[in-house]
């Protein structure tokens, strides 16, 4: 099935998923989940998931569920997580080191290998993973030689583009934008946003209406 | 029109244009914008921006594109925002800090009334805005007082629940989640979930079927 036939909700979905099964591999208890309980704790009906899960094929047991570590193999094997991903980080303040620090990312098998900063003074800083700040003058170079794969923008917005632009000549496969603009788009590069503040219209939203 | 018919996919668009619109605003220059100016700003179409102002009334002029100014009024009204809201944040490590520092939630009408930790090290500290930390125990006492709205999550997921369940006493009527787990909802409060990770997949998903 080809990438572009599936729509963005369910890969969203699947991630949502497999977040839910590692919760429950984690906490022991039965190898077998039903579709109900998964589906009350994805906040989605079970349908939903069936119908998420027939895109790629025939997944769980009539009757019985889903057998959680298989499911949750397969999930990540869709989603392009039976192998590590190399991530460069750019713009070492609180987000930043926030997003190095942050146990998911390692958890879920994506690696920082490269960190960056404009400010002299954090420069050959390390960071509490190890990791060494370089001038972000060196972007194109360390991330070739460290092979990073995707780029972690949390620079100011109006330092972000040009970010980009040399992320795009590494080249990298994909941006994490966390600059609240909207970056101009280079062929073989995929870019996802992550905006709070769109987050929190969306709240802002559906508080004064109701 | 109700609240329940409008996609949230539309919410979400209605956003992400207000930001493009703020952007041409501080930018200065002319006092319109085409659809299709805009519509590249946003990475959608002009007939998508069409249909989704289509949902609130008549909105631009045709020949002509949209006046600025106007319509993030009209959006920003639209999505709650001719208000300030206000937040209080549990977890001040690295990521509740930079939420607190990050320019973008004042700039949007998001103030930062209060601020929560367990840490007792932590307890009484100022940040940068002078917001002081307050310890865990007293949030529901200290959200009322200072007529917290929205929650927003930053401790380690297996704190989540037990603050969600704080919040939903006070009662906030929305919780922003950055913690990466499912949060069992109450009825009268939504939940918005920011989780990194799940955004990562989606890269990871599509770089690895290019």
């Given at each position: 099935?080809?990438?572009?036939?599936?729509?963005?909700?369910?890969?969203?979905?699947?991630?949502?998923y497999?977040?839910a099964l590692?919760?429950?591999?984690?906490?022991?208890?039965?190898?077998?989940v039903s579709s109900k309980r998964l589906a009350e704790l994805c906040?989605?009906?079970p349908?939903?998931i069936?119908?998420?899960?027939?895109?790629?094929?025939?997944?769980?047991?009539?009757?019985?569920g889903y057998?959680?570590?298989?499911?949750?193999?397969?999930?990540?094997?869709?989603?392009?997580?039976?192998?590590?991903?190399?991530?460069?980080?750019?713009?070492?303040?609180?987000?930043?080191?926030?997003?190095?620090?942050?146990?998911?990312?390692?958890?879920?098998?994506?690696?920082?290998?490269?960190?960056?900063?404009?400010?002299?003074?954090?420069?050959?800083?390390?960071?509490?993973?190890?990791?060494?700040?370089?001038?972000?003058?060196?972007?194109?170079?360390?991330?070739?030689?460290?092979?990073?794969?995707?780029?972690?923008?949390?620079?100011?917005?109006?330092?972000?583009?040009?970010?980009?632009?040399?992320?795009?000549?590494?080249?990298?496969?994909?941006?994490?934008?966390?600059?609240?603009?909207?970056?101009?788009?280079?062929?073989?590069?995929?870019?996802?946003?992550?905006?709070?503040?769109?987050?929190?219209?969306?709240?802002?939203?559906?508080?004064?209406?109701?």
């Open positions: 099935m080809k990438a572009s036939k599936i729509p963005a909700a369910t890969i969203t979905r699947l991630s949502i497999s977040r590692e919760n429950l591999l984690t906490q022991g208890g039965a190898p077998v906040g989605v009906n349908a939903q069936r119908k998420d899960l027939a895109y790629f094929g025939q997944f769980g047991v009539r009757g019985v057998y959680i570590k298989e499911l949750l193999f397969d999930i990540r094997k869709i989603l392009g997580l039976n192998k590590d991903w190399n991530l460069a980080i750019v713009g070492m303040g609180n987000l930043g080191c926030a997003l190095v620090a942050h146990q998911n990312f390692a958890k879920q098998g994506y690696r920082f290998v490269c960190a960056f900063d404009a400010d002299p003074n954090k420069i050959g800083h390390k960071l509490a993973t190890g990791l060494e700040i370089s001038p972000v003058q060196d972007l194109i170079e360390v991330c070739r030689e460290t092979k990073a794969e995707i780029g972690v923008i949390c620079t100011p917005p109006e330092r972000a583009q040009e970010i980009a632009n040399r992320f795009y000549q590494v080249p990298v496969s994909g941006i994490l934008n966390f600059a609240p603009v909207q970056l101009q788009t280079c062929e073989g590069c995929k870019i996802e946003n992550v905006d709070f503040t769109v987050k929190l219209d969306n709240l802002a939203y559906y508080l004064s209406m109701s």
